[in-house]
């Protein structure tokens, strides 16, 4: 039976600006509070993230009760288990060489960042080389300060942030490395490629 391995390197195209503010007052700061936000999240061709789920849990559901109710749980807890932890480890990694750290529940912190999810494309993974559609997400993060949340001090926004790196191989067609296929898990790079990335621009931003 012949193994065949496909290879596809997806490029960086993300970009990253300040839109407004600057971000000299993190200078000195160790801890930076992070809290996420996906309210306004696009998903693929939705407006909406809500419309995307009941679009995908009916849909689900229909085929064999029960399974959409899954899906879109195991959705939601994606978020917080795998996208989370992966866009704070590579950002504190990223930003290791300008002393800062950012960290959930840090109320004590000086400064809060909002990370808003604004656009999530899950992509679509092929056996045939070159095809499918990679995903991806955009993002903006607002730095506030901690005690006075009304008052947004800088905003950043991100787009084309994409996995690395995906690896596919097959023997006879069928998957062998499945986590490849799973769109948690190519969700899950895109958040590294974000947080290093975003790592790298606060501490340029900060000198």
């Given at each position: 039976m012949m193994m065949s391995l496909f290879l596809l390197l997806t490029g960086h195209t993300y970009a990253q600006k300040l839109k407004s503010?600057?971000?000299?007052?993190?200078?000195?700061?160790?801890?930076?509070?992070?809290?996420?936000?996906?309210?306004?999240?696009?998903?693929?061709?939705f407006k909406t993230e809500a419309e995307y789920l009941k679009k995908g849990t009916d849909d689900r559901n229909a085929k064999k009760t029960g399974t959409g109710d899954e899906?879109?749980?195991?959705?939601?807890n994606d978020k917080a288990a795998r996208y989370q932890p992966a866009f704070?480890?590579?950002?504190?990694?990223?930003?290791?060489?300008?002393?800062?750290?950012?960290?959930p529940g840090a109320s004590d912190a000086k400064y809060t960042m909002i990370l808003h999810t604004t656009f999530a494309e899950q992509g679509v993974e092929t056996i045939v080389f070159g095809s499918g559609k990679s995903a991806s997400?955009?993002?903006?993060a607002d730095i506030i300060e901690?005690?006075?949340?009304?008052?947004v001090l800088a905003?950043?926004?991100?787009?084309?942030?994409?996995?690395?790196?995906?690896?596919?191989?097959?023997?006879g067609g069928v998957p062998v490395n499945k986590e490849t296929y799973d769109a948690?898990?190519?969700?899950?790079?895109?958040y590294q490629t974000a947080g290093k990335a975003a790592g790298k621009f606060f501490c340029k931003e900060m000198k």
């Open positions: 503010g600057d971000l000299t007052m993190l200078k000195g700061q160790k801890v930076l509070n992070i809290q996420y936000d996906y309210s306004t999240m696009e998903v693929g061709k899906w879109a749980a195991k959705w939601n704070e480890e590579k950002f504190n990694d990223a930003a290791e060489g300008c002393g800062l750290e950012i960290k997400i955009d993002f903006s901690t005690a006075a949340p009304g008052k905003t950043i926004e991100s787009s084309g942030n994409k996995p690395k790196s995906n690896a596919r191989m097959t023997v948690g898990a190519r969700l899950t790079e895109c």
